[in-house]
């Protein structure tokens, strides 16, 4: 199926008019969430630097309608050739404002949280010194001005109102305190994803499993809270700023955006490509890219090629190698992901790892990596180049499943179909969502401790029959089975494998069923009554002819201790 492209067969302008054609009759579904996160910022400030540069800062700031200004000094001054800065000016222009020096020791100690509207800080020490208080009266500040080298709240996306900014970089000043100075008042927002908890594979019977979305996350907006036994996810809405690549890293569908769902954005490609070929056109080449890219191209005049399909996203973190897949699934020559400038590293990071999986499952399923590949800011080449190969299919992809797991099994069944797969099992990335586990026969009793811990229908008992079945489509590798077993005897196997057994639930270990000596009931397994008989031989209830009630099911159990005890009243006394 991986055809080479016909060049001359190509017809630009109807590609162009099958595109339009789309763009009229399907909207991409837009982010429909209502803004139910509000920021209140009455305007009281903290900035945050040297003497010199806060100063300077303060004396632009006042008279904007601020509450309050208030300076920490947590760096010292740097040697300037400005002529202009006069420090005795500065210190008359801002004597009125609430200041405070700190040494580099409690500059080291200082720790910023919270958000617009909310921000705390505090000098951490035997007895936490919150500043807002010991300053302003206040319990927090409104927002922040970091006018550090190297910011005091270090993460790669700062939380509303927190504004780092280079005060050496004259040319911006203006602007970016316009727009500081602007941050008072209410401001809404969405709540951009929602967690379901019963998919979720983070935690169970107090082992942590999967933490890719902790991973990702470049605003440090999600955080693993741990409750009296089990740990849970919590996304902060005050934080969470829309990144996505929680969604896309998620592999049970566990954490998702609100409006529109992953799997609405699915379908939407699916019928996009559908309607661009009943519509006339040829080789479409799907192009994931931010509403940002996409305006300030437009505002440049900037035109893609007819075959070129826009996917318009809040970020590109949005969407992962699933969604790409599917599109090439659904019938595109390729995909093309838009990098843009500013990016967070963990962003760029995990886009990096997504490009790495969709490589190796391409390749694992008997197709060419060159179908999925990353786009560099301004390569308008590389964004307009004709693929050179054909789509995979004509058909349209239908998606009926509701869970993510099964909706990207499907995909990957699809592109098995059009592709000569591999029948050995290829490396991935570390920290992929694929592989299999070695079950170790001779350790296992089927205590079914994995069953209960799985997050997925991956692994289930065998019903009436003590056994132990597994199913590798459905497995996260979130490892939770492997910390359960009580026995050590099961073990990761990451990777994909592009093949039937993939798909086929087979048995990783079966026993006969041990019956109860008394009433012949089939209670357990020979290899766990085995194991129990072992780690209780020296139990004083199980001393001497008690020992056999382990060879007995709960009932006769129970009525075996009451005979003992009918007999000799005062045997309960010797345990």
Request: aromatic share 4%.
């Amino acid at each position: 199926m991986n055809q080479r492209i016909q060049l001359a067969s190509l017809d630009g302008q109807r590609n162009a008019e099958a595109r339009e054609a789309v763009r009229q009759r399907i909207s991409w579904p837009a982010n429909l969430t209502p803004a139910n996160v509000t920021y209140h910022s009455r305007g009281h400030a903290l900035l945050l630097g040297s003497e010199r540069d806060t100063r300077q800062a303060a004396r632009a700031l006042q008279g904007r309608g601020l509450a309050s200004l208030t300076l920490i000094f947590t760096a010292p001054n740097v040697a300037t050739s400005d002529d202009e800065i006069n420090d005795n000016e500065l210190i008359a222009a801002t004597t009125t404002l609430t200041t405070q020096a700190l040494t580099r020791a409690q500059s080291e100690k200082l720790h910023i949280g919270g958000h617009l509207g909310a921000f705390s800080a505090t000098l951490n020490s035997d007895e936490p010194l919150n500043l807002a208080r010991a300053l302003i009266g206040r319990e927090t500040f409104d927002l922040i001005l970091d006018l550090n080298t190297t910011p005091c709240l270090s993460v790669e996306l700062p939380p509303p109102g927190y504004v780092v900014f280079n005060w050496q970089q004259a040319e911006t000043r203006s602007t970016a305190l316009e727009e500081f100075a602007e941050l008072m008042g209410e401001f809404d927002k969405p709540r951009y994803f929602q967690v379901n908890s019963d998919l979720c594979a983070h935690s169970t019977s107090g082992n942590i499993g999967c933490t890719r979305c902790l991973d990702v996350c470049p605003a440090d907006a999600i955080s693993s809270i741990q409750g009296r036994i089990e740990a849970h996810i919590e996304v902060d809405p005050y934080l969470c700023q829309g990144v996505g690549s929680c969604t896309s890293a998620c592999p049970t569908g566990a954490i998702e955006f609100r409006l529109p769902e992953t799997r609405r954005q699915q379908d939407t490609l699916s019928t996009w490509l559908a309607a661009y070929r009943d519509a006339g056109g040829q080789v479409p080449v799907l192009r994931f890219i931010t509403h940002e890219s996409q305006d300030a191209e437009r505002a440049a005049g900037m035109v893609t090629a007819g075959h070129v399909i826009d996917v318009p996203l809040e970020e590109l973190g949005a969407a992962g190698h699933d969604q790409w897949l599917t599109a090439l699934a659904a019938g595109a020559a390729e995909v093309r992901i838009q990098l843009h400038p500013d990016m967070p590293a963990r962003l760029s990071a995990f886009l990096t790892d997504q490009l790495a999986q969709a490589h190796a499952l391409l390749e694992a399923l008997g197709h060419e990596r060159a179908r999925v590949q990353l786009i560099e800011v301004a390569d308008g080449a590389a964004r307009d180049a004709l693929p050179t190969l054909m789509p995979l299919t004509q058909s349209p992809l239908s998606l009926p499943e509701p869970e993510k797991r099964a909706r990207l099994n499907r995909v990957l069944a699809r592109l098995a179909e059009l592709g000569n797969p591999s029948s050995e099992r290829i490396a991935l990335p570390t920290g992929a969502a694929y592989g299999a586990i070695h079950v170790d026969r001779d350790a296992c009793t089927l205590c079914h401790a994995c069953v209960s811990n799985c997050p997925t229908p991956a692994l289930k008992s065998g019903g009436a029959t003590p056994a132990l079945s597994f199913l590798e489509a459905d497995c996260v590798q979130c490892g939770l089975c492997e910390q359960a077993c009580p026995e050590n005897a099961i073990t990761l196997m990451p990777g994909f494998l592009a093949s039937e057994e993939r798909e086929t639930r087979h048995i990783c270990h079966e026993e006969a069923a041990f019956e109860c000596i008394n009433c012949g009931k089939p209670f357990a397994t020979v290899s766990t009554v085995k194991t129990i008989k072992e780690k209780l031989a020296n139990h004083p209830y199980f001393a001497g002819e008690a020992m056999i009630r382990l060879e007995m099911c709960e009932d006769c159990r129970v009525k075996d201790v009451w005979k003992t005890m009918i007999r000799d009243p005062d045997s309960q006394l010797k345990v």
